[in-house]
């Protein structure tokens, strides 16, 4: 897959869906689906590694991992594994099963949710692709951090974008360059208070 970027082997590109309040679902699932975005994330994940909460895994279809894809759970509960399905119960699992499967870089590692996992591993964040819709859904129940304020962030791209049904939709494209803050998160696994408000109702190591 040719040469890695600047990146850790456990460096996080988030890549999900939200509007333009960064909300992300409602009760457990995407806020909306628009076939470009869908496409799109499939696009960029295959062949990569992604990572995501139980949740995630469950509103998937058929509650399967995603082919073509090695898929990491991220659960305090024991679920069995398969070929392209690891479980990891704690971050610093993630980190050394990243580093197994990772050991060079090569392969993107991208963290698609849910909210709780946001918080959980926000320091581990380098780089955010956001498919943002110009709309606010009032039902919405779990956010990711403000991009636009944060200060550990900077928009670096708006990429592709359209219209359906209504929504108007684009790709935005983050980068991390608070290095300081991000390292100072790293010695207590802290998490800045911006990411700890920002996925609102969600408590339990699970509900991600």
Aim: with cysteine; net charge negative; glycine share 8%.
């Amino acid at each position: 897959m040719g040469q890695a970027d600047d990146r850790n082997e456990d460096d996080l590109i988030l890549l999900i869906a939200c509007d333009n309040r960064f909300a992300i679902g409602n009760k457990g699932d995407m806020l909306f689906h628009i076939p470009d975005d869908l496409h799109h994330f499939k696009n960029t994940t295959m062949g990569h590694i992604v990572v995501m909460g139980r949740k995630t895994l469950e509103s998937l279809p058929g509650g399967k991992p995603l082919p073509g894809r090695l898929n990491v759970v991220m659960t305090r509960q024991e679920r069995e594994e398969s070929e392209n399905l690891r479980v990891v119960h704690d971050r610093e699992a993630l980190e050394a099963l990243l580093a197994e499967e990772n050991p060079d870089g090569t392969r993107k590692v991208f963290h698609v949710g849910g909210g709780g996992l946001v918080k959980s591993l926000w320091d581990l964040i380098d780089e955010a692709i956001l498919t943002r819709v110009d709309a606010t859904f009032p039902e919405a129940d779990t956010w990711i951090p403000d991009f636009d304020a944060s200060e550990e962030f900077q928009l670096v791209d708006k990429g592709k974008s359209g219209e359906y049904k209504d929504l108007h939709w684009q790709i935005y494209h983050y980068k991390r360059i608070a290095e300081k803050n991000r390292k100072e998160a790293e010695k207590d696994h802290g998490v800045p208070q911006q990411a700890q408000h920002a996925v609102g109702k969600e408590k339990d190591a699970d509900e991600r």
